[in-house]
């Protein structure tokens, strides 16, 4: 999970939100208290770190069986579009790409294409987070019996995709967003997923659409070069596609003990999830990548059983 929660409990919040302000019939020390009802977010984020919290504490952290982790996930993924429904529209995120493209926006002014664009990542990097939890967890007899935890799998793939594809078209035309390095986080969470899927699950169609993600996630990676740990995340997401194409047979998580039975180039992926922290927290940058131990136990999946 990275770094401990910024949150901080509820008790010790005891400063109001600001007022969402009408823009009219206000004082000056109104409207420096208030914020405009296109663009009020404090309160929306903080809402959404609770959300983050939940995830954390109700599945990840405990040790529950299968069919529970499924009944708590339906109930956060609801939490998680309400969120968005009480978002401001014009910066509310995106749904699927299967959905029909729009040109609604383009003429939007460019804080608000950028506020969107960030919201729409973090919100699939929420729900990488949340139904990623299904394919850590389950065993191949628990998704065959249990539909739901099948289309968990495919939620989270779907928002994988969602997070490689974004990133790689605003890189296109959008220098600022390539300084960003919050994308690191966003791109190697999405594509270790993605890869772990295809040790598991992924069937001889899949394979090929699945390494176009991955080669675009390295991609992206690579072009960051001004960023040390970038470049080394691009080099771990290489060494681990090629272990994932190695013909063997998919593995399974083992039910007992999910971090011993991973191919070995994932393990070393699932142990750089902690230090870059894919909860949407702050990117270390002096984070020194070649004293990583990547034989040491992964700190993602080290649960106390």
């Not at 968005?84 to 729009?102: C, D, F, H, N, Y």
């Not at 019996?145 to 793939?157: E, R």
Request: aromatic residues 8%.
């Amino acid at each position: 999970m990275g770094r401990p929660d910024t949150l901080g409990a509820d008790l010790y919040h005891n400063r109001r939100f600001p007022r969402i302000g009408n823009g009219q019939n206000e004082t000056v020390t109104d409207s420096e208290m208030s914020e405009h009802p296109c663009c009020a977010i404090i309160e929306h984020m903080v809402h959404f770190s609770k959300i983050t919290r939940n995830i954390c504490l109700s599945i990840y952290l405990p040790e529950t069986t299968m069919p529970m982790i499924v009944a708590m996930a339906g109930q956060i993924e609801r939490d998680l579009e309400a969120w968005t429904q009480k978002l401001p529209e014009a910066i509310r995120p995106m749904g699927p790409s299967t959905q029909v493209p729009s040109l609604r926006g383009v003429r939007d002014v460019q804080w608000v294409k950028r506020q969107r664009l960030v919201l729409n990542l973090r919100y699939h990097n929420l729900r990488i987070l949340l139904f990623g939890s299904f394919l850590l967890r389950s065993t191949a007899q628990e998704r065959a019996t249990m539909s739901d935890t099948k289309t968990g799998i495919q939620k989270c793939l779907e928002s994988a995709k969602e997070t490689i594809e974004t990133i790689y078209q605003t890189y296109q035309h959008s220098d600022y967003f390539r300084t960003w390095f919050y994308n690191t986080t966003y791109t190697v969470f999405a594509a270790s997923i993605i890869l772990l899927y295809m040790t598991q699950e992924a069937v001889e169609s899949e394979i090929q659409p699945l390494l176009r993600l991955v080669d675009m996630a390295i991609e992206i990676l690579m072009i960051m070069d001004e960023c040390v740990v970038a470049l080394q995340a691009a080099k771990l997401l290489q060494g681990a596609r090629e272990k994932a194409t190695q013909k063997s047979p998919p593995q399974t998580v083992s039910a007992a003990n999910p971090g011993t039975s991973w191919p070995d180039g994932i393990v070393h992926l699932n142990h750089y999830w902690g230090p870059l922290n894919l909860l949407d927290g702050d990117l270390d940058q002096s984070l020194d990548m070649s004293l990583i131990d990547f034989n040491a136990a992964s700190l993602f999946m080290s649960m106390p059983h």
